[in-house]
Nanobody, 129 residues
Framework: HVQLVESGGGSVQVGGSLRLSCAASGYTYRTYCMGWFRQAPGKEHEGVAAIDSDGNTRYADSVKGRFTISQDNAKNTVSLQMNSLKPEDTAQYSC????????????????????????WGQGTQVTVS
């Protein structure tokens, strides 16, 4: 049974930084992909970043240059380092995973579709003001 548990959310001032972590348990697949999504009230669910088991990454244009996704295979953890935070980054952030390809190496935005992912965490709130 796969479980994803996020941590690291909170409130921060504009221009500040936060680091989100997603701890995966029951996940032993050799090929996998993990992503971060966010949703603010009244806005669409948005793919923020993704990383596959080979370390390939993709980012939403809105966070490029500010956010960095990374993984620690030994700890089964994926992190999202968020710098230069803006009020528009305020949202509920969720971790997602799929035991397979999430298309980070492909052209297009398929990686950012929630339909690609099978497992989801409960989410953690990030508030920037």
């Amino acid at each position: 049974h796969v479980q994803l548990v996020e941590s690291g959310g909170g409130s921060v001032q504009v221009g500040g930084s936060l680091r989100l972590s997603c701890a995966a348990s029951g996940y032993t697949y050799r090929t996998y992909c993990m992503g971060w999504f966010r949703q603010a009230p009244g806005k669409e669910h948005e793919g923020v970043a993704a990383i596959d088991s080979d370390g390939n990454t993709r980012y939403a244009d809105s966070v490029k240059g500010r956010f960095t996704i990374s993984q620690d295979n030994a700890k089964n953890t994926v992190s999202l380092q968020m710098n230069s935070l803006k009020p528009e980054d305020t949202a509920q952030y969720s971790c997602a995973a799929i035991n397979g390809d999430c298309y980070v190496r492909h052209l297009g935005q398929a990686w950012a579709s929630g339909d690609v992912y099978k497992y989801w965490g409960q989410g953690t709130q990030v508030t920037v003001s």
